[in-house]
Nanobody, 113 residues
Framework: QLQASGGGLVQAGGSLRLSCTAS????????MAWYRQTPGKQRELVAG???????NYANSVKDRFTISGDSTKNTVYLQMNNLRPEDTAVYYC?????????WGQGTEVTVSS
């Protein structure tokens, strides 16, 4: 139901925009979010957005990342600016509906120093 894209290799200080396209209306979900995971670590929340438009961010990405949605395209975006090597991870799109999590496949982001 969720298709993530937009990952790639970028130099530190650069930007990327991740996209998560849903096969259904994104406002079907109670909330949508982006998570990331590196080898040997738990998946962590990067940014989330509720149906009402309330957003929250991990402290490590505040003021650098922005989550937004385009209901006309059934797509949620994660704009990532001023990327750092520690942002390197596989990023996953998540949709939550009635306490059930739906996951897209990951998209890999690599930030070189």
């Amino acid at each position: 139901q969720l298709q993530a894209s937009g990952g790639g290799l970028v130099q530190a200080g650069g930007s990327l925009r991740l996209s998560c396209t849903a096969s259904t209306r994104i406002f079907t979900f109670d909330s949508m979010a982006w998570y990331r995971q590196t080898p040997g670590k738990q998946r962590e929340l990067v940014a989330g957005r509720t149906l009402g438009g309330i957003t929250n961010y991990a402290n490590s990405v505040k003021d650098r990342f922005t989550i937004s949605g385009d209901s006309t395209k059934n797509t949620v975006y994660l704009q990532m600016n001023n990327l750092r090597p520690e942002d390197t991870a596989v990023y996953y799109c998540n949709g939550n509906l009635a306490f059930t999590n739906y996951w897209g496949q990951g998209t890999e982001v690599t930030v070189s120093s």
